[in-house]
C-alpha cells in the first residue's frame, strides 16, 4: 500500500484531485482530510492498514490538487457534502467505508446518505450534533438540496434564447404577483439579448 495512483473527477468549476491505494476491487473506503489539509494526511496511515480495501483519499475543493471554486463562492460545509456525493458517483459506489479526520470527521458525520456508508471511521471525534430526533428532517431538508443541485449539473443545456414577448411571459408565468410592467422592468437587467433572441 506504500504506492498510490492519482485521480481525479470533474466537476463544473474544473476537478476534484484524490489518491488511491489497494486493489481497485478491494473494499471501497473514502478519506476526508482535515481542515487546511489534503489528501497526503492519509500517506502515512494508509500502509498501515488492512491491504484488502481500495482507498480513496480525496482532495475538497480548494485544498491540495483540486480545483478552487469560482472567485467569490463560499466554502460551505454542505459543499464538501456535495465534493464527497459527486466522487462517490464518479466512482460508482452504492456502498463503501467513510474516514475522516478534523474536519473530514466531521463533514462525514453529517453525510448526508446514510444508506450508502456501511462503517464510519472517526478520527478525533467530538461526536454528532443533532439531537437524534432532529436528525431525520435534517437530513431530508440538506439531501434534497445536494440532489437537486447535482441533477441540475447533469441536465447541463445550452440556454434557450426567447424574444423578448415570450421571455416576459415565461418570467410572469413563474411569479404571478409581478405585473406586466414589473416584469419588463426586471428583465431589462436580468436578460441578454443576443442573435437568437
Not at 445550452?158 to 428583465?187: D, M, V, Y
Amino acid at each position: 500500500l506504500s504506492m498510490f495512483s492519482e485521480l481525479k473527477f470533474p466537476v463544473p468549476w474544473g476537478h476534484v484531485a484524490a489518491k488511491a491505494w489497494g486493489p481497485l476491487e478491494g473494499h471501497p473506503v473514502l478519506c476526508l482530510h482535515g481542515w487546511l489539509d489534503n489528501a497526503n494526511t492519509f500517506d502515512k496511515l494508509i500502509p498501515l492498514l488492512p491491504r484488502d480495501c481500495y482507498y480513496v483519499a480525496m482532495d475538497f475543493s480548494g485544498h491540495g490538487l483540486s480545483s478552487h471554486r469560482p472567485a467569490g463562492s463560499p466554502y460551505h460545509f454542505l459543499d464538501y457534502v456535495s465534493d464527497v456525493r459527486r466522487v462517490a458517483a464518479a466512482l460508482q459506489w452504492r456502498g463503501f467505508t467513510l474516514m475522516g479526520h478534523s474536519m473530514g470527521k466531521w463533514l462525514l458525520s453529517f453525510f448526508l446518505y446514510p444508506e450508502m456508508v456501511d462503517k464510519l471511521i472517526l478520527l478525533e471525534n467530538l461526536g454528532f450534533l443533532l439531537a437524534p430526533e432532529d436528525t431525520e428532517a435534517w437530513l431530508k431538508s440538506k439531501r434534497m438540496v445536494i440532489d437537486r443541485l447535482l441533477s441540475l449539473e447533469a441536465k447541463q443545456q445550452t440556454p434557450k434564447a426567447w424574444s423578448p414577448e415570450a421571455a416576459l411571459q415565461r418570467l410572469l408565468e413563474a411569479n404571478r404577483h409581478l405585473t406586466a410592467e414589473g416584469g419588463a422592468i426586471l428583465l431589462q437587467q436580468g436578460a441578454t439579448e443576443t442573435p437568437a433572441g
